[in-house]
């Protein structure tokens, strides 16, 4: 039974990878690419070190401190990605209606 659920959890896990990779070749520009890749691949790496831990429990310590780096690094990497494309000037796709980041920018005295 143990390594039936480690098997479904990192499938999942693939699945989520899979996802996010589909995400970022979809994605008309550099924001949404951003978004899609860090929220699947995040969510992706999680189930897929959980299930490692189900199916391997002497590893569990090391995958769950893994793991909380992953949850630390990704989404400060996705923005700083953002903030960098933002200020290189890539221009968004024209469906964009909103750009807080600009609204804060201008609203700075």
């Known amino acids: 039974m143990q390594s039936f659920l480690g098997a479904i959890v990192l499938t999942a896990g693939a699945v989520f990878l899979a996802l996010g ?5 979809r994605m008309p520009d550099t924001w949404t690419r951003i978004q899609a890749g860090t929220k699947a ?9 959980a299930g490692a831990a189900i199916l391997t ?3 569990t310590i090391k995958l769950v401190l893994i793991a909380l780096f992953l949850m630390f690094t990704n989404p400060l990497s996705s923005q700083v990605l953002a903030r960098a494309a933002h200020r290189a000037g890539v221009k968004p796709d024209p469906r964009t209606r909103f750009d807080a980041l600009a609204a804060d920018e201008e609203a700075k005295p």
């Open 41 to 49: 691949t995040t969510l992706g790496m999680i189930l897929s070190m």
């Open 57 to 59: 429990p002497s590893w």
């Open 21 to 25: 990779g589909l995400g970022v070749w």
